[in-house]
Structure formats: structure tokens, C-alpha cells
């Protein structure tokens, strides 16, 4: 019987690791989720240490996410401030295309939301639009890599996750 529930929590992790497409922080809620597997007491095979490293994972994807946009930006000749305009465009881009495609619409929202937000900013310190718009798709490219990082690292997490998980 403890296969059963074991099976059952590792495809609702899966089904949280989904949630990346809804603009949510799957990652962290894997890491929550976990914890309360060890925490309701299923001799779930792993201590601090594994936690440890699944936090630092977690950690790890929100910091190349959000680096890796304001680098991108940068990198394609974004100023300063339409590399943290991206930031914040692709944040607010999140939260109000989440209401669209059933809640899909938090991804193209915040790649949008990052574009846009660059490209304005760029715009208004007075670049070229092809200037502003090369730095825009920068942000935006890089904010893709970003996400398709935390992702890969969601499915890295579940895979450390089945061995601890699984009894016996």
C-alpha cells in the first residue's frame, strides 16, 4: 500500500512541476510538498542535506531566471534601466496575462511584459527604435532561457526526489 500513496505524491509533484506554465513558483511548492511528505510520516529517506540541496536548487532557478534576463537585455545593448524595466515588465506581464487561456496566459504575458517594458524604457532614453527593439528581444530571449533553466531544474528536483520518496 505504500507504493500506492508513493506513486500518487510523485505524479502530484509532477503536476506541480505543470504549474511553471501557469506563471507559478512550482519549483517551491515541489520543495513544500516535500516537506510535508516527511513531515506527515512516510520513512521518507532524506534529511537536511537533501533538502539543503533541493533549496538551493530552488534558489539557483529564480537567480539564473531573473539574471539571465537582465543579462540578456544588457547583452543586446539594453541600458541599465530597460534591463530592470524587463525585469519588471515580465513580473506585472505575469500577473495580468494569468487571467487569459485558463491561466496560461502568465507565460506569453510576462515574455511580453518583459519586451514591452524594455522597449519603452529604451525608447524613452531616446535609442533608435531597432536599438530599443534589438535589447528588447534580448530581454526577452533571455527570459525564455531563463524559464526553460528553473524548469529542467523542477525535473532534476523530481528525479533526486524519487529514490527518498519511494519506500523501502
Not at 521518507?44 to 537585455?73: P, T
Not at 505575469?94 to 487569459?100: D, H, M, N, Q
Not at 524604457?121 to 535609442?127: A, L, N
Not at 531597432?130 to 525535473?155: P, Y
Amino acid at each position: 500500500m505504500a507504493e500506492v500513496w508513493a506513486g500518487i505524491f510523485l505524479a502530484f509533484l509532477v503536476l506541480l512541476l505543470l504549474l511553471h506554465f501557469f506563471g507559478l513558483p512550482a519549483n517551491w511548492l515541489i520543495l513544500l510538498g516535500l516537506g510535508v511528505w516527511e513531515w506527515i510520516g512516510p520513512d521518507m529517506a532524506a534529511g537536511w542535506g537533501f533538502f539543503s540541496l533541493l533549496f538551493g536548487l530552488c534558489l539557483a532557478g529564480e537567480v539564473i531566471e531573473f539574471a539571465a534576463q537582465y543579462w540578456g537585455a544588457r547583452h543586446f545593448g539594453g541600458t541599465n534601466r530597460g534591463a530592470w524595466a524587463a525585469v519588471v515588465g515580465a513580473i506585472a506581464g505575469g500577473i495580468f496575462g494569468a487571467p487569459f487561456f485558463f491561466g496560461l496566459g502568465a507565460v506569453p504575458g510576462s515574455l511580453i511584459g518583459a519586451f514591452a517594458a524594455s522597449l519603452l524604457v529604451e525608447r524613452t532614453k531616446g535609442r533608435s527604435f531597432d536599438e530599443a527593439r534589438h535589447a528588447a528581444m534580448g530581454a526577452m530571449w533571455s527570459k525564455v532561457f531563463g524559464t526553460v533553466v528553473k524548469i529542467g531544474l523542477g525535473v532534476f528536483m523530481l528525479t533526486l526526489s524519487i529514490g527518498p520518496v519511494w519506500p523501502g
